[in-house]
């Protein structure tokens, strides 16, 4: 499985960012994926995830209510829409599938990862 991410950059505060992560190579019924980020001195966290099948979402209580998470089934593509972009949204975003049904925010819990890229929030 090979996850490519695209989409960050830079942007002011209360901007907008779209970021997207295609997946390919092995294909399973049942999997997730998931979006992580990681600032500079801090470790890695969840930010949202979606389950393929059924279009379950879960969210990070930082992003609820200004972060979207979607998929397009035909294109293997999972999108996350960022809206109202703190400062403190800053990170290295990335995302991750997980072979499993059921949403886990963990990082250990996911197989395989894209390459990251770059969100910068200036203020």
């Known amino acids: 499985v090979q996850l490519q991410a695209s989409g960050g950059g830079l942007v002011q505060a209360g901007g907008s960012l779209r970021l997207s992560c295609a997946r390919s190579?092995?294909?399973?019924?049942?999997?997730?994926m998931g979006w992580f980020r990681q600032a500079p001195g801090k470790e890695r966290e969840f930010v949202a995830a979606?389950?393929?099948?059924?279009?379950?979402?879960k969210y990070a209580d930082s992003v609820k209510g200004r972060f979207t998470i979607s998929r397009d089934n035909a294109k293997n593509t999972v999108y996350l829409q960022m809206s109202s972009l703190k400062p403190e949204d800053t990170a290295v975003y990335y995302c991750?599938?997980?072979?499993?049904?059921?949403?886990?925010?963990?990082?250990?819990?996911?197989?395989?990862w894209g390459q990251g890229t770059l969100v910068t929030v200036s203020s």
């Open positions: 991750a599938t997980d072979n499993g049904r059921w949403i886990q925010i963990a990082t250990m819990y996911y197989d395989y």
């Open positions: 190579g092995r294909t399973f019924s049942e999997y997730v």
């Open positions: 979606i389950t393929w099948s059924g279009g379950s979402t």
